[in-house]
């Protein structure tokens, strides 16, 4: 079985069509999805699908590409988090290739999510791209890591360096590879994915965006996500089910799941 760490199926091109995304996750053995929160006024669908059905896990935060959005405070996550099926917190991060020019707001956003998250001890879920220096400088300065009290997470649909992901797997986060890994293109990508060892791994789709190859161009959902175990499975010369279930348990275990 496979698990699809991140995804947004509340999106309305997903939201449309739910059973059918249903039955594509069960022809492929995708047993649970984690639909993840880009703002709050979209939270109340996130958590809707999370409350009816069973195998729909969901987070709550305020993406770092959201401008025009209301912004949240500490105590409004911790709130909102407050629900069995609210894992985690985020998506949160920081993002230098989508915005340029003065971006404290959003490292200051940031901060608020990792405080959020050391106060109830709900995962992060973080998005970092063109900025991994500051990402990991504050999440070192707010103790986002195990290692210094904090409840740890994942560095999603990652396409940073070794060098970021073991900075962060040194925090106690996992390193989540989306379709992107599957790519052509993306040999350093790959190079990095060989080396993280499955232990610190889960794998996303991120969809509706990203489609993994064979599907690449398509619209993705979870149901694809068993395309990226299989690509790091022969990248890493091992059966495609020791991904499937490592990954799996990963999932479990960081988000403090029962099985
Ligand atoms: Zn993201
Ligand atoms: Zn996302």
Redesign the pocket.
């Known amino acids: 079985m496979y698990i699809d760490s991140?995804c947004?199926i509340n999106f309305p091109e997903l939201a449309a069509r739910l059973p059918e995304i249903f039955d594509k996750m069960a022809e492929n053995k995708v047993t649970h999805a984690l639909c993840?929160s880009v703002d709050l006024p979209d939270f109340p669908q996130v958590l809707d699908l999370a409350d009816r059905y069973d195998h729909i896990y969901a987070s709550v935060g305020v993406h770092p590409d959201y401008v025009d959005t209301p912004e949240p405070s500490v105590e409004q996550l911790v709130a909102l988090s407050n629900h069995p099926k609210i894992v985690a917190i985020g998506?949160t991060g920081l993002d230098y290739f989508r915005l340029t020019g003065d971006l404290e707001w959003q490292r200051e956003r940031f901060r608020v999510h990792i405080r959020a998250s050391r106060a109830t001890g709900k995962p992060l879920i973080i998005?970092t791209r063109a900025s991994s220096e500051d990402t990991i400088r504050i999440m070192q300065e707010e103790g986002a890591g195990t290692n210094a009290g904090g409840a740890g997470g994942v560095m999603?649909?990652f396409t940073e360096s070794l060098a970021v992901a073991e900075a962060a797997i040194a925090m106690g986060f996992y390193i989540s590879f989306s379709g992107i890994v599957t790519f052509k293109s993306a040999r350093e990508l790959q190079a990095v994915a060989l080396a993280v060892p499955l232990e610190n791994m889960l794998i996303e789709t991120?969809s509706p965006y990203l489609a993994p190859v064979p599907h690449r161009g398509k619209m993705n959902e979870p149901g694809l996500v068993r395309h990226v175990a299989e690509f790091i499975a022969s990248l890493k010369g091992v059966p495609v089910e020791q991904v499937a279930r490592q990954t799996t348990e990963n999932f479990f275990k960081l988000f403090g799941m029962a099985r």
């Open positions: 991140h947004h993840v998506e998005h999603h649909c991120d």
